[in-house]
């Protein structure tokens, strides 16, 4: 739980009226709540490609919702870069490590392009109310 002197990062989103993220194609609402599940177990995040939606487990200090959030967009950068999914279909050539930063580095600036106040929230320090 985050301390009240916190300004925690689920908060500021709230604040500034973030409840999507723009990915180029189609936006991904923020799903933010208490006692999120995947799979019937606890987790602090996920991301549903289908039905475009990041969710975010609410009761979480600042760092770990911070890193959670960066950890469910990663996984729609590499969605979007054609290395989603979980188990290896053989569809998906292999890339060099020049390839794949090169690809995933242009799907990180596209969400900070699309998502700016969004990101400037992710790179705000912890403030003491």
Not at 27 to 36: A, F, P
Request: proline fraction near 2%.
């Amino acid at each position: 739980m985050p301390n009240d002197k916190e300004h925690h990062i689920v908060e500021r989103l709230a604040e500034e009226s973030i409840t999507e993220v723009l990915v180029g194609y189609r936006s991904y609402t923020l799903n933010i709540k208490r006692g999120l599940k995947e799979a019937n177990e606890k987790c602090f995040g996920s991301a549903d490609f289908d039905k475009g939606i990041i969710s975010l487990e609410k009761d979480m200090d600042h760092e770990t919702a911070r890193e959670t959030l960066v950890h469910e967009l990663t996984h729609i950068v590499l969605e979007l870069c054609g290395l989603g999914g979980h188990e290896e279909t053989g569809i998906v050539p292999t890339h060099t490590n020049e390839e794949m930063t090169t690809l995933i580095s242009r799907g990180w600036l596209m969400l900070i392009n699309l998502n700016p106040k969004l990101f400037e929230i992710i790179n705000e320090k912890i403030k003491i109310i």
